[in-house]
């Protein structure tokens, strides 16, 4: 279900005489200026911008007509970020601009949606050379707008795929590791040598000297590569990258489908791309999520750590667990909880999260999330009966037996647990029962 909200823009994006003109839909103030400079590699900060705009308005898995979806840009210190969402929610890109990429100063912080319009992409395809290229994120001056003013008011669908989406993969690569890293001639070539877009068989990257070898089994040091084809977005951005590295959780023989962060790096700016475990799986059903949002206990935990939150490019969880006065598990178990409210994400190449604020209704990714909304209920008709290391939770007119295991997982009788075997979180009568467990611990 989408969620309809309303943002105004001075006026439309554009390429002009002076530079780039993004223009943005709020912040700490309407339509706010956080940053404004010249980017030092504009042709490359151009590719991966329309590699982001595209991945936002693609469906992956059952094409449809293009969507008209507005990426997310944050503003913070030393860093800009833009990240969306493909419509079929099973990738997600980011393009990180680094201090090297741009000559200028953010001199505020913020997140919000940004206006890429078709006119504007047509700009970004025909930047090139040495063209100076000008960023300003919202206008030079920003005046209260009146029914007689020049304001450009735009009704932008934000679905909550999109907000449960973030909530999940930031959970999800915070278990990635570097698997490979690979020269950019040897990554164009292996980039060639992929499947097509229709293609949606789930292969394996294994790494071979400077380069990637393809195989259709898991095994130790491999990463996942489901739908090869999604990877086109990259494309446009090679012939400015240094490498490509490629991230992904342990894999082992015999293991399941996984996600993987498949990244670009100029050196000036990183373009990334995570994606599903499967092109029909988007982000926003892998439940890796749930547990953080099932909890009680570290919502009081996530309130202080939330408060010492400064827009750090990447979070210091030590000096924040000290400042907080926690230890530092508590302080990531906040900050996977802060992640759900997409107040939180995660970068692979850091190895650390970052600080942004959503331009959405923060309370969606839980309300809106059936398995969870389903776990509240049941608490609340007392249907879970507990026994030990085992449960029984009376749903509708069964029973299911739910199991913990000693990793803190949960097995179940349930239908869902038999189709998944845990592979997209827990189910719902899991759920319940984590959440009267950790009520009576």
Known sequence: MNAVQTYRYLQPSALRTAGLDLQTSGGPAANPRFFSGFLTTPAAAAAGLLAVAEVARTRYHQPVSPASLDPVVTGSRNRLRFESFSGCCGVYARMDVVPAGFDGEVVGHGTTNVDVNPPLREALARVGGIEPLHLA????????????AAVVERKVPLP???MRGFAEVHVLTAGFEPRAEVPATEAAA???????????SVLWAVPAGRTLRLTS???PGAVCLAGAGRLAALRGLLRHARTLRVYGPTVRTGSPA???TWELDTGSLRLSLTLSPEPYRGFSGEGAALLALAGDEVIDDAELVGALLSWDPTIDVVALAEAAGLPDDRVRAALAQLG???RVGYDVADAGYFHRVMPHDAGRAERDNPRLVGART????GAVRRDGDHATVRSGDEDYRVRRLPDGGFTCT???WATHQGQRGPCKHALAVSMVAEVTA
């Open 137 to 148: 994120v919202g206008p030079d001056d920003l005046t209260v707008s009146t029914m007689e």
């Open 160 to 162: 909550g795929r999109w």
């Open 190 to 200: 292996f980039l060639r040598r992929l499947p097509g877009g229709s293609d949606r």
């Open 217 to 219: 089994r898991p095994a």
């Open 258 to 260: 996984v996600p993987s």
């Open 340 to 342: 759900t409210a997409g």
């Open 378 to 381: 049941l608490v609340e008709q």
């Open 414 to 416: 349930c239908r869902w």
